[in-house]
Structures are given as structure tokens and as C-alpha cells.
């Protein structure tokens, strides 16, 4: 619902940066400036804010422009206290992100961003949902491709399989069936970030290997006991299957949004994810090279002298992607099987129309801001979920204007 008494609806934050740039050429096309949605773009550098907004053509002219540093807590501070929402870019989150959350946090002000790092989203639920609760400030992380498409899609099969059938799925497998679209420059930057947090502190290892480490505190137990690792035969579907590399964020996002909606599913509910690689021999063999490289990537990150040349010659650097030709030309399209009590099965398709990374990521990172902004939304505040915080609203958002689709195969 529109609140007046604040100068901005959406402030988008590193919006020079490539995906910030992204999200500010979507909000101008789709929501104009000083229309239905009142924003502006912040960031370091004025210069380059000018630039955007030239970039962006006689429709932007009137875009307003606030000078912001991340990492000062009194700028960020009064970011927050002018607009409803903050949205941010500016990763890896935990090197840059944590001064606005906590500004967001105390001020009241709803929040998104594209977060992929389990441990600083640990860190950000034990510093902040509590005074965020108070304030009534949504602190939503991982509103891209990490972790809409799922998080959302669990809500969604869940919902259905109650309307259809009377139950709640005890189990919930998500595979991706095919994907075209480029690494992100920023997850990259946020995974070797976390690699080095990792090596260096004991308890950012322990976090990212508990299943449910960003459940409350005192509830971070359940049946799952890891994500995949190898190669596997899913008997449901009749596939091989290997490791998805971002399943280690966007498992414990769904578990956590199951915790806030007061666990709905049951205390059983089991959630896993991998990608489906097909039949036979080709389809084992197709698993067996994934794992091998993703083995490999994940081998040569753990040590400082290897993740340095990764860094330096291999992986895409940050603020960097692909062009638009390549961005509309890619795709997702991923599957869930949901099971039954009874042992029936209901299964549903999620598809996306552009590369997963960088177009359809800044979509569903807009339109999370829009929603947060602008729709009547009935969750409490608190550090959240997508699901947990606006699935239904969100969701409509997403497939009339960003190009999602959520839908029942059976």
C-alpha cells in the first residue's frame, strides 16, 4: 500500500552497476518516472548516476539521483529514511551490505537484494529480525534467480496440491531441466568470497553445511541431511540427476520460509534439488561431468593461490555480462515433483524468459521492490523470505510482468 509520507517508493541502490543498470532500465520502461512508482537511483559516484540517467533516454530525465556510500552507516541511514523500499546490487552483500540492512532494519524501511551468502544472511537474521519486527521492516535477501523461482515455486505446488487434493506434498523435488544463460560476474565474486570465509573462520563452514542453518534459532533440525553431492537416479522421473551448485543457498531459503509460515507442511517436510540430466548412458554420463566440475571448481576456490588465478584469468569479474542479444536469448526451465501422503504425485513446471543470471534476475528483483512498495501485503516485519513475505502478491507480479510462469503439469 503507497505511503506518502516518504519522498521515494523504490530507491535503487548501485544502480550503475551492470545489474543495477538492468533493474533501473526495467522500472523506467515498465513503471516510467514519477508515475505509478516514485523512484530514484543512488550510488558512489554522481558521474556515472548522470550517465545512467542519460542512458536511459528523454523518459528519465525527470529521474532523481541520490549520492550514497554502502559502507557509511550515516549515509546509509538516510537512504532509508527517504524511501519504502531499498533495493541493492551492491555485492558480495557481505563486504558491502550490512550497513543498509541495519539502517533498513531500524528505520523501518522494506528491503530486497540478489544475497546468495548463506553465511552473512545468517548473520543479518541474528543482528537484525528482531529489530526489524519491531520497526516493520520486511528484509527480504535473495530475490533473483536465487531464490524466487524455488522459493516461490514450493509455495506455489504446495498451494495447489491443498486446492486439488486436500494435503500438503510431504517432499518436494526440484530439477533443473534445462537453462541458457551465462555465470554471474557477482555470484562468482560472492562465491569466492565465501570460500575465503570459510577457510578462515570455523563457524562459516558450519553454517554452510547445516541443512537448516538459516532456520530460527532453537529450530534448525529437520529430515534433510545435505544436498547432493554425486550422481543419483531420481526413480520419479526416470533421470540422472547431479548437483545444482546454488542448491546449498536456495534449499535453506525454502526450510526458512516453511519455519515462518509456522510450518504448515509439516514437520516432515523434506525439499531437495539437483539437475536432471537425463536416461541411459548419456544422461549418467552428462551427471558424471558436472559433478567432476563442479568438484573441481569448488576444489580449486578452497585454496587462496588457486581461487586468486580463478579470479584473475577465469571467472567472469563483477559489474561485467552478457549483452542484450544474449540475455533475451536465454531461458529456465526447471520442474517440481511434489509427493503426496498417500503417495500420489503432483508435479509443476517454472519457466523463465530470459538468461537466469542477469535479465530474468532483474525482473523478479524489481518487481520484489514494487510489490514491497506498493502492495497490501499481510506478513509481519522481520528478516524473511520471498515466499514468506509476499508469495502471493509476488507471484502475480511475476507472471504478468516479468516473464515467470508457475504452472500444473499433472
Known sequence: MKDDRREFDVIVLGATGFTGALVAEYLCSRYGVGDSLRWAAAGRNEQKLA????????????????????????????????????????????RYGSEVVAACAESGTHYCDLAGEVQWIRRMIDAHHDSARRSGARVVHCCGFDSIPMDIGAWFLQKEARERYGAYCDSIVLLVKAMKGGASGGTMASMMNLMREARADREVARVLARPYSLNPEGEQRGPDRGDQRGIRFDADVQSWTAPFIMASVNTRVVRR?????????????????AIRTGRGPGGWFRSAMITAGLGGLVGLASFGWSRSLLERFVLPKPGTGPDAKARESGFFNLQQTGKLPDGRHIRSRITGDRDPGYGSTSKMLAESAVCLALDDLDSEGGVLTPAAAMAAPLIARLQANAGLSFEICD
Open 51 to 94: 550517465a545512467l540517467r542519460e542512458s536511459l533516454g528523454s523518459r528519465a530525465t525527470a529521474l532523481p539521483l541520490v549520492a550514497a556510500d554502502t559502507l557509511d552507516a550515516g549515509s546509509m541511514r538516510q537512504l532509508a529514511e527517504r524511501t519504502r523500499v531499498v533495493l541493492t546490487t551492491v555485492g558480495p552483500y557481505a
Open 257 to 273: 520460509s516453511h519455519a515462518l509460515l509456522g510450518y504448515p507442511w509439516g514437520d516432515g517436510f523434506r525439499y531437495h534439488e
